[in-house]
C-alpha cells in the first residue's frame, strides 16, 4: 500500500504497541562457541523432522525448521494471509479494523458528512498462535509482531469499507531457560551458538484486503 496521503484525516487505534517489531533474545551469538559431541548428536537427530513434518502436511513450520538448520541466516519471507486465519489473529485485526471504523465514523459525523476518506494505521503489536488454534503455525511461529495500514472510505450511505494490509515479522530462534509442553528450547538455541543452526528473521506483507461493515446511521 502506498504511503498515507496527508491530505486525509489519519485515525490510529487506542492501543499504544511499539515503533520497533525487533525481540531479541539473550543468546550468544552465531558460531561463538565450539560445538560439543552432545550439540552434534542432538543436531543430527533433529534433522528429520523438517522431513516428517512435511509428509504430515505441516509445511509451514517444516520451511521455517528447515531455514534454521540451513545456517544463511537470510530473512524468511512469509505470506500474513495464512497466520491472519488463524483466531487469535483474525481476533486483534478485526478489533484494529473496528476501532478504525468507530473513529473514522465519529469524524465523519462530526464533520456533517464531509470528511469520508480517511488513513489508518497502528505501531507494531504482538499475538501468540497457540497449539489449539493451528498445529502448523504453532510449531512455525509460535507469537509474532505485526502492523497494520490501510485506508476507510464511508460512502453516501454510511457504509464502511476500509482496504488494508498486514505486515508481520518475527525473531525466529529459541530462547535459552524457556520451555513449552515439557520441551526446553535450551537444546535447541545452543545449536545457534555452536554453528549448527542459525536465528534469522521473518518477514512479509499481504495484498490489500477488503473490510466492509454496515451503515454507520
Same mark, same amino acid.
Given at each position: 500500500m502506498t504511503a498515507p496521503d496527508r491530505s486525509r484525516p489519519l485515525v490510529r487505534t487506542a492501543r499504544r504497541g511499539r515503533p520497533d517489531p525487533g525481540t531479541p533474545?539473550?543468546?550468544a551469538p552465531y558460531g561463538s562457541r565450539r560445538p560439543g559431541i552432545r550439540d552434534r548428536a542432538f543436531s543430527v537427530a533433529l534433522r528429520p523432522t523438517a522431513a516428517v513434518w512435511r509428509i504430515t502436511g505441516l509445511k509451514h513450520s517444516a520451511a521455517t525448521l528447515r531455514h534454521y538448520y540451513g545456517q544463511s541466516g537470510q530473512r524468511f519471507v512469509v505470506d500474513p494471509e495464512g497466520p491472519l486465519e488463524t483466531a487469535p489473529f483474525r481476533k486483534v485485526a478485526d478489533r484494529h479494523l473496528e476501532e478504525w471504523r468507530d473513529?473514522?465514523?465519529a469524524r465523519w459525523r462530526a464533520s456533517g458528512g464531509h470528511e469520508t476518506e480517511f488513513d489508518a494505521t497502528t505501531n507494531w503489536h504482538g499475538v501468540r498462535i497457540g497449539k489449539g488454534d493451528h498445529l502448523d503455525?504453532? #510449531?512455525a511461529l509460535r507469537g509474532l509482531q505485526y502492523r497494520?495500514?490501510?485506508r476507510v472510505d464511508i460512502d453516501e450511505d454510511g457504509v464502511v469499507r476500509i482496504?488494508?494490509?498486514v505486515e508481520v515479522y518475527k525473531d525466529w530462534g529459541f530462547d535459552k531457560g524457556e520451555d513449552?509442553?515439557?520441551l526446553s528450547f535450551t537444546p535447541l538455541a545452543r545449536l545457534h551458538e555452536a554453528g549448527l543452526a542459525r536465528e534469522y528473521t521473518v518477514v512479509g506483507r499481504s495484498r490489500p #484486503?477488503?473490510?466492509t461493515a454496515?451503515?454507520?446511521g
Open positions: 533474545n539473550g543468546n473513529l473514522a465514523v503455525w504453532w #510449531l497494520m495500514t490501510g482496504v488494508y494490509e513449552e509442553y515439557g #484486503l477488503v473490510w454496515p451503515p454507520a
